[in-house]
């Protein structure tokens, strides 16, 4: 009874292990993701003409919400 306890603590800790790696995972492919897109919208950004590529910002700036990223990109804090 002890070695099927033992197997079960083991298998336990396995399938933690394994969780832990699919979250760190899922984490890199989201920074992934996001870097990607970011770059992706700045190209854009760069083709654009003037008046399209303001009313673009002022978009993406909308969906900043954090305090600290808007001070960071030199935004106004958003009307609470």
Do not use: C
Not at 2 to 12: P, S, V
Not at 21 to 50: H, I, M, N, T
């Amino acid at each position: 009874m002890a070695d099927i306890g033992t197997q079960i603590k083991q298998t336990r800790q396995k399938l933690r292990v394994l969780q832990a790696k699919a979250q760190k995972l899922r984490r890199e492919d989201d920074k992934r993701l996001k870097v990607l897109y970011g770059v992706a919208s700045l190209a854009l950004l760069k083709d654009l003409p003037d008046d399209k590529r303001q009313s673009t910002l002022d978009r993406l700036h909308s969906k900043i919400i954090r305090e600290n990223d808007r001070e960071f990109l030199g935004l106004p804090p958003l009307d609470e």
